[in-house]
């Protein structure tokens, strides 16, 4: 079946440095990727869609200087966190849908767990 | 506005007991619902969408566009069944999903 895999899995960084995470469709072209946060025990909540080849689609609330998205290739969109606060500590997630098979539902990566201290 | 609500943040049920986890929605277009699932420690990944009209793992759930309702049923829990339950909303054609809050569903032997 489809994968959909998310590296790092855990990430601890400094306040103020920025952390890169990669989302990757392993066996099937994405021409559009999501991106989510879920705080603990909470909802997941649509940051933006990915879109290969030009710019992201943020939900209304995020920043997009904050969370930069790039799409370069129909397998691979990255989330770049930059000067990471506390605040951003939360679990980012991923997911990808095949673009040739029009309706198919969306496959989740593993999750990123990104601590700020 | 979307919204997909789901009432319940723990349900607590025991061995072969039915269960049902409530999910409505809110949504002015031509809805396609979703449910999701995590076991411990793993992903998120699809247990059944409407469109399919199928059961997984002994799951059915029916869109009642009436009720806006996509309620998860099983007439028997099992333990494995232990995990969180997201109920989802897909509108228009960006694929992109709206989650309610999830479900705890705990299955007590």
């Known amino acids: 079946g489809a994968v959909v895999s998310q590296h790092p899995s855990r990430v601890i960084c400094k306040s103020g440095t920025s952390v890169k995470i990669e989302c990757r469709s392993l066996d099937f072209q994405a021409t559009t990727m999501f991106w989510y946060r879920q705080f603990p025990k909470q909802s997941l909540m649509l940051m933006a869609t990915?879109?290969?080849?030009?710019?992201?689609?943020?939900e209304q609330g995020v920043e997009k200087d904050k969370f930069l998205i790039n799409h370069a290739s129909l397998t691979l969109s990255t989330l770049t966190v930059t000067s990471a606060h506390p605040e951003d500590s939360s679990f980012y997630i991923c997911?990808?849908?095949?673009?040739?098979?029009?309706?198919?539902?969306?496959?989740f990566g593993n999750g990123t767990r990104l601590t700020v201290t | 506005a979307q919204r997909v609500t789901q009432p319940e943040k723990l349900l607590s049920v025991f061995k072969g007991a039915p269960v049902e986890l409530k999910c409505n929605y809110s949504?002015?277009?031509?809805?396609?619902l979703f449910w999701y699932v995590q076991y411990s420690r793993q992903r998120l990944q699809l247990l059944l969408r409407?469109?399919s009209r199928e059961s997984i793992k002994g799951f059915t759930a029916d869109l009642n566009k009436g009720e806006t309702s996509f309620h998860l049923k099983k007439p028997f829990a099992q333990e494995e069944d232990s995990a969180m339950y997201y109920c989802a909303l897909r509108t228009g054609n960006t694929g992109k999903l709206i989650f309610g809050q999830g479900t705890t569903l705990q299955v007590k032997p």
């Open positions: 990915s879109n290969e080849g030009s710019k992201a689609t943020y």
């Open positions: 409407h469109i």
């Open positions: 949504y002015s277009g031509s809805p396609e």
């Open positions: 997911s990808a849908r095949d673009a040739r098979a029009g309706n198919s539902p969306l496959h």
